[in-house]
């Protein structure tokens, strides 16, 4: 789809469109083929943006004639901004403090090892990929905060195993929410 560059809001609008109808496709191709008798396949949105990025960006001149890269992370970075915000919009809206003061003992035991796995992590693929000791020092820190595959994960989890999905969907979430408190301040401290 060739949008004018002189067109960016609409080149973002239609970002947003596809991005939304990767989110959607699967409940509408599952209505559409229910009427006719028969079941949909299953597919993942976050994954199938991971791999339509993947085509764009190694694929582009193989498909196209044209490497793509370049306008993509142009669209990209314009549209950062709506994005982040609706994104950490909707996280501040699934965090329960309340949830919390319930899970902590479990939250703040696998907030540790995870901090733990992290920092080792970091410190082994520091040391082996040779990074400057004021790298490895601080470089792990930046990896704490996450949320958006987990916050997906942890929602698929509650719904694919409804006996005990939600109680694990709980404890998973305190764990994001401690990652959401103290990834920020580390991230700056580093």
Known sequence: LQLPRSLPRLRQLSL???????????????????????????????????????????????FTGRDERMQLGALLHAAM??????????????????????????????FTARLLAIFVGHAIGARIGGLPRRYRAYGSLAYVTQAGMSLG??????????????????????VILLNQLAGPPLLEFA
């Open 16 to 62: 947003f469109g596809i991005a939304a109808y990767a989110f959607h496709a699967e409940r509408l191709i599952s209505w559409a083929l229910s009427h006719l008798g028969t079941e949909g396949p299953r597919l993942e949105p976050m994954l199938s943006c991971i791999v339509t990025g993947f085509l764009v960006c190694n694929g582009g001149d193989v």
């Open 81 to 110: 901004g709506p994005t982040l915000t609706f994104f950490f919009f909707t996280t501040g809206l699934s965090m329960r403090l309340s949830v919390l003061l319930h899970t902590w003992p479990l939250a703040l035991a696998l």
């Open 153 to 174: 994960l942890a929602s698929e989890i509650a719904r694919a195993f409804p006996r005990w999905g939600p109680a694990l969907q709980s404890n998973l979430m305190s």
